[in-house]
């Protein structure tokens, strides 16, 4: 028996676009990977921010205990999320030098499409050999957009979809966490 498609449309499954980070997510999770490499370890935390703001204002020991208290909240939604869906988080949010039309072309899944195009069974254990292979990868994906066949569009729109699908449960997941945070704090 066929569905119709209004019964899909009134269908209680999130679509991607419903999953699709807010402005204030994107922006916590956006400022959260902002640490060089994407490291999360809290030895890397005081890079994250300046005593300095960028109008050259010294900036408060009470903007550092914010900053400080947030890092901590929003890195414990992610410890709580799935590796994998704590993987795709990073994969989207630490900033890398990925090539422009890639980005222009892909946005905010361009390291979701990078890290998915990796052979896992050759995936290397130490974090620059990742980084190298990472950005090898994305030059292959670059060089696919230039040429443009219809083999290498196939790939590259089946290498979105997955992405596409990831992002959005891990952003579903991250979402879920924060409002777990929320309602253990009105208990």
Excluded at 14 to 36: C, K, R
Aim: net charge positive; with cysteine.
């Amino acid at each position: 028996m066929k569905v119709s498609r209004h019964a899909l449309a009134s269908s209680s499954a999130p679509t991607l676009a419903q999953l699709a980070p807010s402005p204030v997510i994107d922006e916590e999770l956006q400022w959260f990977f902002h640490i060089e490499d994407g490291d999360t370890s809290s030895s890397n935390y005081g890079r994250m921010l300046s005593s300095v703001t960028e109008d050259g204002e010294w900036r408060t020991l009470d903007e550092h205990a914010a900053a400080e208290r947030k890092h901590r909240i929003v890195l414990s939604h992610l410890r709580s999320l799935p590796d994998a869906d704590a993987g795709v988080l990073q994969c989207a949010y630490a900033p890398r030098p990925w090539p422009a039309r890639l980005v222009k072309e892909l946005g905010r899944l361009t390291g979701i499409v990078v890290r998915l195009s990796c052979d896992r069974a050759t995936w290397p254990d130490e974090r620059g050999q990742q980084l190298a292979v990472d950005a090898e990868n994305a030059e292959k994906l670059h060089a696919m957009l230039r040429t443009g066949g219809d083999r290498d569009r196939r790939v590259l729109r089946n290498l979105r979809r997955e992405a596409e699908i990831r992002f959005a449960r891990a952003i579903g997941a991250y979402i879920s966490a924060r409002r777990a945070r929320s309602l253990s704090r009105l208990q």
